[in-house]
């Protein structure tokens, strides 16, 4: 490959590029370098579209090489009844950042989607208690099915609930995570009772209004909410915010559109209340779980340095096993 070659990879080349477990290590990493404060804060902009988002998020590291990337992304969560689309859809541009250079385009869909569940792995790492056997995951869709998976292979699940407004769709996915796990994943229409007997409970829903109160939720439990990213949406009430200990990926992206936002627009904490950042605790700054008791809240907005580290374990996989028909390869041996 010369200097002047743009790779463009497609979501099935990143399926083939980045497994869980790398994508896992990766998101670790960038947090713990921007923990470490060795990564510049990253920066995103936000433009609503009638029935959508768009988010623009960028940032850079400095890993095997300097990278910087800038992921372009929509959202409209009305896609899949209306038009047969994904809720997500989007590129990633991802650059040199000591020259400048353009070294690959690529979808967005499975970086988002594995980054933003391994984000909850590694918050589930080091927040959530160690003997956490029972989960309960509100949305049941490819978001909801990466975030069972993913925490799947930090934490030795025993038993799942499965909670979805539409119930079919919560049925499908119980039948399918619970074969492919190989542990008991049942449907559940009471999300309050699953919540209360389960150990960690992930939101990752596109609710515009709160799904868990502070008396959903029992001593010890571990919260991550995924799915409020933009201010309109919401998953969490402020009063289970101030009853617990609440991590963020980034306090100032959470302030502006996490359940954090929501949080503090009503009065029930203030940004001086909030224990950390997701990185200090990686990086050791700040102590995770002090006790068995604690409520924590993991507030998972979706941070710009997750999506460059994805996309440099893609790129590098790529160029590392001799590029196009390396990904052949893996999809005959896949297949």
């Known amino acids: ?19 869980m477990d790398e994508c896992i290590a990766a998101v670790e990493r960038a947090f713990r370098l921007y923990g470490e404060g060795k990564a510049c804060p990253p920066a995103v902009l936000s433009m609503h579209a009638p029935n959508g988002t768009f988010h623009v998020k960028s940032g850079m590291l400095s890993l095997s090489r300097p990278y910087f990337a800038a992921k372009v992304n929509g959202n409209f969560p009305d896609n899949r009844t209306r ?21 690959a385009v690529m979808d ?24 956490s056997h029972i989960a309960t995951i509100c949305g ?34 119980a039948e399918e995570l619970s074969e492919d796990l190989g542990i008991s ?13 389960s150990d960690i409970c992930v939101t990752c829903t596109t609710s515009r209004r709160p799904l868990l109160n502070a008396n959903d939720v029992l001593p ?13 949406k919401q998953e969490l009430h402020p009063d289970l915010m101030a009853k617990s200990k609440v991590v963020a990926d ?14 503090l627009e009503a009065g029930a904490v203030s940004r001086a209340e909030i224990f950390a950042e ?22 998972s907005t979706g941070m710009a340095l997750q999506d460059v580290a994805a996309a440099a374990v893609v790129y590098e996989n790529f160029t590392r096993a001799g590029g196009h028909s390396a990904i052949r390869a893996l999809g005959e041996v896949a297949s």
């Open 1 to 19: 490959m010369s200097a002047e070659d743009v790779l463009l990879l497609t979501a099935e080349d990143v399926r083939k590029l980045l497994t």
């Open 250 to 263: 980034t306090l100032d992206q959470c302030a502006a559109m996490g359940d954090l936002h929501h949080a």
């Open 83 to 103: 038009f047969g689309l994904p809720t997500i859809q989007g590129m990633i541009v991802l650059c040199d950042a000591e020259r400048g250079i353009p070294l």
């Open 185 to 197: 994943v049942t449907r559940t229409a009471d999300l309050s009772s699953a919540v209360r007997q």
């Open 140 to 173: 049941c869709g490819e978001q909801g099915r990466v975030q069972l998976k993913m925490l799947a292979r930090v934490s030795r699940l025993q038993a799942v609930f499965a909670h979805d407004l539409d119930q079919g769709r919560a049925a499908a996915f």
């Open 278 to 299: 997701l990185g200090e605790v990686v990086a050791g700054k700040k102590p995770g779980r002090e006790s068995d008791a604690e409520i924590i809240v993991f507030d």
């Open 108 to 131: 967005s869909r499975e970086i988002t989607s594995l980054r933003t569940g391994a984000a909850t792995a590694v918050a589930a790492r080091y927040l959530a208690r160690p003997d």
């Open 220 to 232: 010890g439990a571990f919260i991550a909410a995924v799915g409020a990213d933009n201010p309109e």
